[in-house]
């Protein structure tokens, strides 16, 4: 027994020590990592960023470079807000994964199981399989690229989301054949979200996610937060940065409208880190850790491409 206690001991006291040289380590690589920040935002002629690092559970760092606007010019801080579009995907996927793992969908279902305008939808051959969830998921519906006209939907009322599903859109390939990248395909997962839950899309990630992980200062409008904590949107046009429009919650949010700080996103990425390596444990979070990992999984799409040797010999090449 006492051979026992003392190795436990060993191993308690193994954790922290181990905690501790990971943080020296990023301690002593600090200097190099804000000079890369700092080019950055001088390359890309960004009037402001933040960055920081989560280790161990928690914020260990956090640095903020250049002004939350051109106008007032506060500085960006730790808890500055910024619009971090695409990265609001992941929320909207573990919020899908979360409702399988509840047991009130598949991800093999059809996804005009839980919005039925796509059942009048003209499919690109009439041997194609209809669209599942999990082809919206990993962007293999076959929809059309649209970037960047995605992105600027992110206000559009429900009711007129609802009349462009009922028209059908075009597809550019079979679904389930390859990769493409669709912001559509994830607006409609927050429509899914939405009539499989009974709360707005919104409601249910602040509900399920944001709330359970004291992401206090996250959220999909803009306009609850006062415009002192608001980094503003710029694009950079004619060798100037141009003011963009505020854009509002609305049917494209699940694509990319929620809005963070380092500060709150910091707890989003240290829940997801804490579910590796798999392990006894309780589950401890919004979701369970096996739950968190399938969106580490993916989906691989690979095509046959003429090899550019001697041998014309074909060979594989990943798309995606």
Not at 38 to 51: C, N, W
Not at 110 to 123: F, I, S
Not at 152 to 175: D, I, N
């Amino acid at each position: 027994m006492r051979r026992v206690a003392c190795l436990l001991l060993l191993l308690l006291m193994a954790v922290p020590r181990a905690q501790a040289a990971d943080e020296r380590r990023i301690a002593h690589a600090l200097p190099d990592i804000d000079r890369i920040f700092a080019d950055f935002q001088v390359d890309s002629h960004a009037p402001g960023l933040v960055y920081g690092i989560v280790a161990n559970g928690r914020l260990v760092h956090v640095k903020g470079f250049g002004v939350q606007d051109l106008v007032h010019r506060r500085p960006v801080t730790a808890d500055s807000l910024f619009r971090i579009a695409s990265m609001t995907k992941a929320f909207t996927a573990l919020s899908i994964l979360k409702l399988r793992e509840e047991g009130r969908l598949s991800l093999d279902d059809l996804a005009e199981k839980y919005v039925p305008e796509l059942r009048g939808w003209t499919y690109p051959t009439k041997d194609s399989p209809r669209i599942r969830v999990r082809d919206l998921l990993t962007h293999s519906a076959g929809l059309v690229d649209d970037n960047p006209w995605g992105d600027r939907q992110t206000p559009l009322p429900q009711g007129e989301f609802t009349r462009m599903l009922a028209r059908g859109v075009p597809f550019s390939t079979t679904p389930g054949t390859g990769y493409e990248y669709s912001n559509f395909g994830y607006a409609l997962l927050g429509r899914i979200i939405a009539n499989v839950s009974g709360l707005s899309y919104r409601r249910y990630v602040e509900r399920n996610l944001l709330a359970p992980l004291g992401m206090t200062s996250s959220s999909y409008e803009v306009s609850e937060w006062p415009v002192e904590r608001r980094a503003m949107g710029y694009r950079w046009e004619d060798g100037r940065w141009k003011p963009e429009p505020v854009m509002h919650d609305g049917a494209f949010g699940a694509m990319g409208g929620l809005q963070s700080s380092a500060n709150d996103y910091a707890r989003w990425v240290a829940f997801l880190l804490s579910a590796w390596p798999p392990r006894d444990d309780p589950d401890d979070g919004p979701v369970s850790r096996a739950t968190v990992r399938m969106l580490a999984q993916g989906s691989n799409h690979v095509a046959i491409a003429q090899r550019n040797g001697k041998s014309g010999a074909t060979a594989c090449r990943q798309g995606g």
